[in-house]
């Protein structure tokens, strides 16, 4: 069965730090993108940034929002996959999921199709004083 | 302000059909593959169609997807109470190199 399992949400003061994990099992994991999507209590879903696979040298990107403040990286050895929060705000308070990325039509950086299948049961993070 | 337009809520009877909007442009849904996805009250996301019109594995063939020009449409047919969600289409946008979100539209089964 494919499996994505989220760890390490927690309560955190602002500027504080916080990393997450994503531990993955059914599947060949090194051959994937990996996504981080976010929902903050009540709103909708946000795209926070990905991680291409070995082919594709494990380049990330990131959106605006959490730029230079969010780091993600993984280890197919352990097929795990990471979100390193730093700087904290409270709009960051949300509810994070890790996604497998299936892709079709990507050439320089744009793809023609681009869904995540499965999704995570979700980290709930709280940046709160 | 989401990318992608969707009306936040609809509402049907059960075992008539229903159908969800998605507005976007030339850039996103006018270009590109939409996806869309469901989300149960309490749970995670689930892919319920991809690359336009395509179930997955397992979802039920009450679900369909189609797309014209800029807007992308979600059919549920045979509603039932368990259909009660919110539902998210998402497609890749050329111009911000990133998937783009709608902001959901919250499914009432009455």
């Known amino acids: 069965e494919v499996q994505l399992v989220e760890s390490g949400g927690g309560l955190v003061q602002p500027g504080g730090s916080l990393r997450l994990s994503c531990a993955a099992s059914g599947f060949t994991f090194s051959d994937h993108y990996m996504d981080w999507v976010r929902q903050a209590p009540g709103k909708g879903l946000e795209w926070v940034g990905r991680?291409?696979?070995?082919?594709?040298?494990?380049?990330?990107e990131y959106a605006a929002s959490v730029k230079g403040r969010f780091t993600i990286s993984r280890d197919d050895s352990k097929n795990s996959l990471y979100l390193q929060m730093n700087s904290l705000k409270t709009e960051d308070t949300a509810v994070y999921y890790c996604?497998?990325?299936?892709?079709?039509?990507?050439?320089?950086?744009?793809?023609?199709?681009?869904?995540?299948?499965?999704w995570g049961q979700g980290t709930l993070v709280t940046v709160s004083s | 302000q989401s990318v992608l337009t969707q009306p936040p809520s609809v509402s049907e009877a059960p075992r008539q059909r229903v159908t969800i909007s998605c507005s976007g442009s030339s850039s996103n849904i006018g270009n590109n593959a939409v996806n869309w996805y469901q989300q149960l009250p309490g749970k995670a996301p689930k892919l319920l169609i991809y690359?336009?019109?395509l179930l997955p594995s397992g979802v039920s063939d009450r679900f369909s997807g189609s797309k014209s020009g800029t807007s992308a449409s979600l059919a549920i047919s045979g509603l039932q109470s368990e259909d009660e969600a919110d539902y998210y289409c998402?497609?890749?946008?050329?111009?911000?190199?990133?998937?783009?979100f709608g902001g959901g539209t919250k499914l009432t089964v009455l």
């Open positions: 996604a497998r990325a299936s892709t079709a039509g990507c050439s320089g950086g744009s793809c023609y199709s681009y869904w995540f299948d499965p």
């Open positions: 991680t291409r696979n070995k082919a594709n040298s494990y380049t990330t």
């Open positions: 690359y336009d019109d």
């Open positions: 998402a497609a890749w946008d050329d111009s911000l190199n990133v998937v783009v």
